[in-house]
């Protein structure tokens, strides 16, 4: 092989070797560049699907709350309506004070629609609520209330304590003195604690499906993750529920 030949087969193997590499190189590109749109793609689709995720839990927390609202609604407006109706004939000033109560919750009941609400607002419905059923069954029943507040500024998801008071005037027996329903809050900085505790009533004609008790649940769950203790239950002769928040990392 002559001189000219080896060196036009010399080139011919470069330009092969080199059209090679090219070629390997946009394939390793053209690779590269797919997985990388690929795991882009997939973490933009991740993150569509978190956000969407969210919007449905909590619009999932907005329907659970208003459903909390009319569980609560019905049952206070019908036993209060009925005693407003009955008092004002034999104690108008009792009606009066019944209405200012009622007036009271509903509002804050259509007001209460943001995820957090101060406690300090919630107890004044707690009070709300026990003077009603008081008014109703003549200052007979046996409660004792008691709140222990060092912050006044913290805040809790609405309607919890709510609905653990109203299942005690509807499923608990305040008529025996030896067995008082006791309501206890405690808040400061670093948690809430709510403990309730009474007589079942047996011979209530109210339904108890446990529906309020297992929304509370959830949406603690919903709102403070791992940052909640729930317990319910008899303990003895009495029914007792227990509610620790951590605010510390919330």
Not at 19 to 35: K, P, V
Not at 58 to 82: G, K, M
Not at 178 to 192: F, L
């Amino acid at each position: 092989m002559g001189y000219e030949a080896y060196q036009e087969s010399f080139f011919q193997r470069r330009y092969l070797i080199g059209t090679l590499w090219r070629g390997i190189f946009f394939i390793l590109y053209a690779t590269g560049y797919y997985f990388l749109y690929s795991y882009y793609e997939k973490k933009e689709k991740t993150y569509r699907q978190d956000i969407e995720n969210e919007k449905l839990k909590n619009e999932v927390l907005r329907a659970e709350q208003d459903f909390l609202r009319a569980q609560i609604n019905p049952h206070l407006l019908f036993n209060t309506l009925s005693f407003i109706k009955y008092a004002a004939k034999k104690n108008p000033e009792e009606a009066d004070q019944a209405v200012m109560r009622l007036s009271g919750i509903m509002n804050y009941a259509l007001e209460s629609n943001t995820q957090t609400i101060k406690l300090t607002r919630e107890l004044e419905q707690v009070e709300n609520i026990i003077e009603l059923n008081q008014l109703r069954f003549n200052h007979k029943l046996n409660i004792r209330y008691c709140t222990q507040l060092e912050n006044n500024e913290v805040s809790i998801i609405p309607i919890v304590l709510l609905t653990l008071v109203e299942n005690i005037f509807k499923h608990g027996n305040l008529q025996e003195e030896a067995y008082p329903a006791v309501i206890t809050v405690i808040a400061n900085n670093e948690h809430i604690i709510i403990e309730t505790s009474n007589l079942p009533n047996n011979h209530s004609n109210a339904i108890s499906n446990n529906k309020g008790l297992l929304n509370i649940k959830l949406r603690l769950h919903q709102t403070y993750k791992d940052q909640y203790e729930f317990r319910q239950g008899l303990s003895g002769n009495l029914f007792k529920v227990y509610i620790k928040i951590n605010l510390h990392n919330n």
